[in-house]
């Protein structure tokens, strides 16, 4: 049973435009959620978070959405650069030790 | 500033052969640690994380283990590797609870 999923497993988007990533989350215990993006052959780099006491968090061009209600949460980047272009995960935690579970990630192409 | 190291960055293993994945953090004191494996196409599944020294918890049953003998030093073993356990393996750290997880570059390991 996958607690953090996001649907979309690619997404490719024109430069300047906005880029919206998605992901859903199963478990009510979840109470700190992040964005990780990640390049080929790297580990992760930690992106923008949010608690679950607020319903945004915004750092530059990149906004983190939470809809505590329909358990999703977003990421939007405006405006969308290539350099953007990279794997983006979502990750929730909550309980012992801040474990992160983490979705399988979207690839998000951004065209010059 | 606080570092990750891990290494190797590749690994060619045979089947049956022991394996050691080592990761040190610098900068930092009594850090979260823990060890992630992606599978191809997919997101981090959390191997192993630890509180403290000596203080190992386990996410999935499995061919490995791990252990941290000091308080900046996180180990992966295996006595024996299957074909499954061929991947790409993150080491990460955090300072606490709901705060970010800092990962390594990781390591492919790939078994023949």
């Known amino acids: 049973d996958q607690q953090v999923k996001q649907n979309s497993p690619s997404l490719s988007v024109q430069e300047g435009r906005i880029s919206i990533l998605n992901c859903d989350y199963t478990n009510s215990m979840f109470d700190y959620f992040l964005w990780y993006k990640k390049y080929p052959a790297e580990g992760p780099t930690f992106l923008i978070s949010i608690s679950s006491i607020k319903d945004k968090n915004e750092d530059g061009r990149f906004t983190v959405f939470l809809n505590k209600s329909a358990k999703h949460l977003s990421l939007h980047i405006v405006p969308s650069q290539p350099g953007d272009s990279a794997v983006y995960f979502c990750a929730a935690s909550g309980g012992i030790a801040g474990k992160s579970t983490f979705g399988d990630g979207t690839t998000l192409t951004v065209k010059p | 500033s606080q570092t990750i190291h891990q290494w190797p960055a590749t690994l060619v293993q045979p089947v049956g052969s022991p394996l050691s994945l080592e990761c040190t953090v610098e900068?930092?004191?009594?850090?979260?640690l823990y060890w992630y494996r992606q599978a191809a196409g997919r997101g981090l599944q959390l191997l192993f994380y630890?509180?403290?020294?000596?203080?190992i918890s386990s996410e999935v049953p499995q061919n490995l283990s791990a252990s941290r003998p000091q308080d900046r030093q996180f180990i992966l073993s295996s006595k024996k590797l299957l074909l499954s356990d061929s991947g790409f393996y993150l080491c990460?750290?955090?300072?606490?609870?709901?705060?970010?997880?800092?990962f390594g570059d990781g390591t492919r390991l790939s078994i023949l």
């Open positions: 990460a750290w955090s300072v606490q609870d709901h705060q970010p997880q800092h």
């Open positions: 900068g930092t004191s009594n850090p979260n």
């Open positions: 630890s509180v403290g020294i000596g203080q």
